[in-house]
C-alpha cells in the first residue's frame, strides 16, 4: 500500500485492516445510491413541470431506497454480538433525535410556519429512514428466528396498507413496506452479488431496466408515486378492493429486479469515490435540508429555461461530493454518529469505574 493512501487513512481515522476488509464494490453501490437520492430530491419539487421528469422521479424511487436497504441490511449481519443494540442506539436513534430536532427548529423558520410543534416520532422530511432502520435492525432479533421470515415480513408489507392508521407516525407504514429489502438483504451472500459482475448480467439487466420503465405506464404518474413511495395505505391511495395488496406484491419483484439490474452497473474495483461510500450517512442526514433551503431561497418558484433542469444533476453530483467530503465529516461527525453521548456517557463511565474500583480497595483492605 502507497505512503500517500496510508496517511490518507490516518487522516480519516481509517485503519489499514478495514481498508483491506471492505469490499469496494458495496462502497461503491451505497455512494452512488445515495447521489441517486439526493438527485431524487432535487428533481422531486419540479416533477410537476414536466410528464419525464415525473417518470424519471418515479422510476429511481422504485429501486434507490429498496437497493440502499437490502445493502444496509446486507451489512448488518452482526446483529447478534454483544453490545449491538447499544453500538445502533448511539450511530442510528440517537443522531435520528439529534436532526429531528434541528430540522423541526429549522424549518418551523425556514417556511415562516405559524406554530411549532415538537413531535419526535413524527420524522421530519427524510428522517423516516433513520427511525426505520432502527427498527428493522431490532426486528432481525426476532424474525431470524421465525420459520420462513421474509415470507412473513411480505405479508406484513402487505398487509399494512389495509390499516387506516398506520401512516407517517413512527414511520409505521414505511417501516414494515421496506422492511423485506432489509430482510432480504441480511439473508444475502456476497456470492449471490457475484453474478452481477459478469458481462451476461449487465445485458439481463438493460433488458429489464427498459421493461420495467414502460411498464409502470399502465399506472398514472401519481398512482405510480404513491406505490413506490410506500407511505400511503390503499384506502388514502383510492384503493378498495381486498386483492389490492397484489399490487404491492408486484411492485415488490419490481423494485428487487430494478435494483440488481442497477447494481448490476455498479464498479467493481476501487475508484475515486470509493471511499465515499463509508460516509453515506452524512449525505443522506444533510442533503434534505440544504435542497429545500435552496428551492426556499435560491432558486426561482418556476424554472423556465432548459438548462436551469440539466443542471439539477450537477447540483446534486457537487452536493453529495460536499457532504461526504473530510470537513463536513469532521465538523459533524458528533452528531451524525452519536458521538455527542460520549461527551455525556463517558465521565459516568469513568465515574463508575472509579466507583467500582474504591469500593474493590475497600473491600481488600478489610479482608
Not at 241 to 260: D, H, K, P, T
Not at 312 to 317: E, F, G, H, K, Q
Not at 322 to 330: D, E, M, R
Amino acid at each position: 500500500m502507497s505512503l500517500c493512501l496510508y496517511n490518507k487513512c490516518q487522516r480519516e481515522g481509517v485503519t489499514i485492516k478495514n481498508l483491506q476488509q471492505r469490499d469496494p464494490y458495496f462502497d461503491n453501490a451505497r455512494f452512488i445510491l445515495v447521489v441517486l437520492v439526493v438527485f431524487g430530491h432535487f428533481i422531486s419539487p419540479v416533477r410537476n413541470d414536466h410528464e419525464l421528469i415525473y417518470q424519471m422521479n418515479n422510476f429511481l424511487s422504485l429501486f434507490r431506497m429498496p437497493a440502499l436497504i437490502l445493502l444496509t441490511g446486507f451489512l448488518a449481519k452482526g446483529f447478534y454480538k454483544e453490545g449491538y443494540i447499544e453500538k445502533i442506539t448511539k450511530k442510528i436513534f440517537i443522531p435520528y433525535i439529534i436532526f429531528q430536532v434541528i430540522y423541526t427548529y429549522y424549518y418551523y423558520h425556514l417556511y415562516d410556519r405559524a406554530s411549532l410543534t415538537l413531535d419526535l416520532f413524527s420524522p421530519q422530511y427524510t428522517l423516516w429512514f433513520l427511525l426505520s432502520l432502527f427498527i428493522w435492525n431490532l426486528l432481525l432479533f426476532i424474525f431470524t428466528k421465525m420459520k420462513y421470515p421474509l415470507i412473513i415480513a411480505v405479508a406484513l408489507g402487505v398487509g399494512v396498507g389495509f390499516i387506516d392508521s398506520a401512516g407517517h407516525y413512527f414511520s409505521i407504514h414505511r417501516t414494515f413496506v421496506f422492511f423485506p429489502f432489509f430482510l432480504l438483504g441480511y439473508y444475502l451472500k456476497k456470492e449471490h452479488f457475484r453474478f452481477l459482475y459478469h458481462w451476461q448480467a449487465k445485458v439481463v439487466a438493460t433488458v429489464i431496466l427498459i421493461a420495467v420503465w414502460f411498464a409502470i405506464d399502465v399506472f398514472s404518474l401519481s398512482e405510480a408515486r404513491s406505490w413506490v413511495l410506500g407511505m400511503s395505505n390503499y384506502e388514502s391511495m383510492g384503493y378498495e378492493q381486498w386483492y389490492v395488496g397484489g399490487v404491492r406484491v408486484m411492485f415488490y419483484l419490481l423494485s428487487i429486479c430494478v435494483a440488481f439490474s442497477f447494481l448490476a452497473f455498479i464498479p467493481k474495483n476501487r475508484t475515486f469515490f470509493t471511499h465515499l461510500g463509508t460516509r453515506t450517512a452524512y449525505v443522506y442526514l444533510l442533503h434534505g435540508a440544504l435542497i429545500r433551503t435552496l428551492y426556499e431561497v435560491f432558486f426561482p418558484e418556476q424554472f423556465t429555461a432548459i438548462w436551469q433542469y440539466l443542471m439539477i444533476p450537477l447540483y446534486a453530483l457537487i452536493m453529495s461530493f460536499l457532504l461526504a467530503s473530510l470537513p463536513v465529516k469532521t465538523v459533524t461527525k458528533p452528531f451524525v454518529e452519536g458521538k455527542i453521548t460520549d461527551f455525556i456517557t463517558e465521565p459516568i463511565k469513568g465515574l463508575i469505574n472509579m466507583g467500582k474500583r474504591q469500593w474493590k480497595y475497600l473491600v481488600q483492605s478489610k479482608m
